[in-house]
């Protein structure tokens, strides 16, 4: 005898279910295994290569699909199924295994620590560490930053004489990588906390930029003075376009003068390239650039 399955009723197996909780019914989209992530970092942008089967579920395991009318009440009219399955996507809660929940803590942590092992160096030698160095010195702040966070409550601001609590100087405690945020934060936070902390000599590698501008510009009196700038007799120093653009940059490597413009080459921190852009873009009307020649600039052992 024959026996017919509901229509409704699709069995799948080997899955990575995304759940969501719209008003009082959980609806579920059945993807292929790690490529939820791959799709919310910007990876992967086929939306078939995520979705192991077109449609919404209240439950994947039983294989029984969400009724159109339970659709619109949750979501609304306007919303088509490829809206749902985009929301639901985007916006529900991964269920993974425990063996795929280590396998993907696996991939960040390789991923960080491949990220920070390109963008640090030894203040020194201008050299590159091993990722087997960098893995290292974060466990040792790892352990480090568990205590940190254990003795937190100890550390509290003290109350000032007029009651207020005073602000304290926020530190950067790395406890190691998790699952739920994309490497490239992860990666900052840890370099953050090795250049602070200093559980092995580092430094961020410098950026190689070409600037040029024009002379006519260059010679002429800075509108914006720097917070932190000289000062005279109680006034800030005025400083030259051209003054201020050399205050940015730690190592001079070439300047030269070509017909009516000036270009110098030369090493800036990281954290300084945007207020080097800011300044060029507001103070030379136009007439000056900036050219990242290298963004990390890191010698390598031989």
Same mark, same amino acid.
């Given at each position: 005898?024959?026996?017919?399955?509901?229509?409704?009723?699709?069995?799948?197996?080997?899955?990575?279910?995304?759940?969501?909780?719209? &008003?009082?019914?959980?609806?579920?989209?059945? $993807?292929?295994?790690?490529?939820?992530?791959?799709?919310? +970092? &910007?990876?992967?942008? %086929?939306? %078939?290569?995520?979705?192991?089967?077109?449609?919404?579920?209240?439950?994947?395991?039983?294989?029984?699909?969400?009724?159109?009318? %339970?659709?619109?009440?949750?979501? &609304?009219?306007?919303?088509?199924v490829n809206d749902v399955v985009l929301e639901i996507l985007n916006k529900g809660e991964l269920q993974v295994g425990e063996k795929e929940r280590?396998?993907?803590?696996?991939?960040? /942590?390789?991923e960080v620590v491949s990220i920070v092992a390109s963008?640090?160096? %030894?203040?020194?030698?201008?050299?590159?560490y091993t990722t087997g160095m960098i893995e290292k010195a974060l466990e040792m702040l790892s352990s480090q930053g568990s205590q940190a966070q254990g003795d937190k409550e100890k550390d509290k601001p003290a109350a000032g004489e007029d009651g207020e609590s005073k602000p304290k100087m926020k530190e950067h405690v790395w406890t190691g990588v998790v699952a739920t945020k994309s490497?490239?934060?992860?990666?900052?936070?840890?370099?953050?906390?090795?250049?602070? /902390?200093?559980?092995?000599?580092?430094?961020?590698?410098?950026?190689?930029?070409?600037?040029? $501008?024009?002379?006519?510009?260059?010679?002429q009196?800075?509108?914006?003075?720097p917070k932190d700038g000289d000062v005279e007799d109680g006034e800030k120093v005025k400083a030259t376009v051209k003054d201020r653009i050399l205050s940015f940059i730690e190592q001079v490597e070439s300047q030269d003068t070509m017909g009516a413009e000036w270009e110098v080459i030369g090493f800036v921190e990281p954290g300084a390239f945007k207020g080097?852009?800011?300044?060029?873009?507001?103070?030379?009307? +136009?007439?000056?650039?900036v050219e990242v020649l290298d963004m990390a600039v890191t010698t390598s052992e031989d």
């Open positions: 005898m024959r026996v017919n399955q509901p229509s409704n009723q699709i069995k799948l197996t080997n899955v990575s279910l995304v759940r969501l909780k719209k &008003g009082k019914k959980r609806f579920e989209i059945a $993807c292929y295994k790690n490529k939820v992530l791959e799709w919310r +970092s &910007g990876i992967e942008k %086929d939306l %078939d290569n995520v979705l192991q089967i077109e449609g919404v579920f209240l439950n994947v395991s039983k294989g029984q699909t969400a009724p159109t009318a %339970d659709l619109v009440k949750s979501f &609304g009219k306007e919303m088509s280590a396998a993907q803590l696996e991939r960040v /942590h390789n963008k640090l160096v %030894d203040p020194k030698t201008k050299r590159v490497a490239k934060s992860q990666a900052l936070e840890a370099m953050k906390a090795l250049i602070l /902390h200093q559980p092995i000599p580092v430094m961020r590698a410098r950026m190689r930029l070409r600037i040029t $501008c024009s002379l006519a510009v260059l010679k009196n800075a509108k914006a003075v080097l852009g800011d300044f060029i873009g507001s103070e030379t009307k +136009s007439q000056g650039r």
